[in-house]
T-cell receptor, first 116, second 112 residues
């Protein structure tokens, strides 16, 4: 069974440009999460989808970040316009059922974003 | 949100030594879940264990063992007879709401 995949693995862009990151969760996983780790900081939660609906987006830093999950399959995270402080590693994770207890989240390899 | 402290930033051991990684957390929840993840040099986060707050029994999986002490809010991770392949960053992550709350991680280096 394929794991969580993310594309691209690396992205280098200029400040002010737009970047779109993609995440394909494990097949059958309804829950999809985005996290990021900026330099020297902890890995921080950004948001959580259940199928195509945003369940919790309390971690999104500002309105330059837009996440979508059309059709409840893959997700995209767009940063527009990118700023220097957006540099970091963006991780995607997925889990199967949430129910009454948190299911294990399985992570992708991450996308390393560098904003120059 | 929960707070987690991994006081050891870096640990270096020689192969075959035992090593314990500390994790102390703060929570207001009466029921909660705790996770450990491993991040090898390749960068992905690999799930190691999930533990709920009801179960305080220690868990052993091969060379890995976990000591959960609810009274001291600690969930420590021990690797027995460490190997070079254990070199990685290890994260403790309590679960709160929909999110994992990661610590800063402990970087473990195992040398031959």
């Amino acid at each position: 069974e394929a794991g969580v995949t993310q594309f691209p693995s690396h992205s280098v862009i200029e400040k002010g440009q737009t970047v779109t990151l993609r995440c394909d969760p494990i097949s059958g996983h309804d829950n999809l999460y985005w996290y990021r780790r900026v330099m020297g900081k902890e890995i921080k939660f950004l948001l959580h989808f259940v199928k195509e609906s945003k369940q919790d987006e309390s971690g999104m830093p500002n309105n330059r970040f837009l996440a979508e999950r059309t059709g409840g399959t893959y997700s995209t995270l767009k940063v527009q316009p990118a700023e220097l402080e957006d540099s970091g590693v963006y991780f995607c994770a997925s889990s199967q059922d949430w129910g009454t207890v948190p299911d294990t989240q399985y992570f992708g390899p991450g996308t390393r974003l560098t904003v120059l | 949100a929960q707070k987690v402290t991994q006081a050891q930033t870096e640990i270096s051991v020689v192969e075959k030594e035992d090593v314990t990684l500390d994790c102390v957390y703060e929570t207001r929840d009466t029921t909660y879940y705790l996770f450990w993840y491993k991040q090898p040099p390749s960068g992905e986060l690999v799930f190691l264990i999930r533990r709920n707050s009801f179960d305080e029994q220690n868990e052993i999986s091969g060379r890995y063992s976990w000591n959960f002490q609810k009274s001291t809010s600690s969930f420590n991770f021990t690797i027995t007879a460490s190997q070079v392949v254990d070199s990685a960053v290890y994260f403790c992550a309590p679960h709160s709401g929909y999110a994992l709350n990661f610590g800063k991680g402990t970087s473990l280096l195992v040398t031959p």
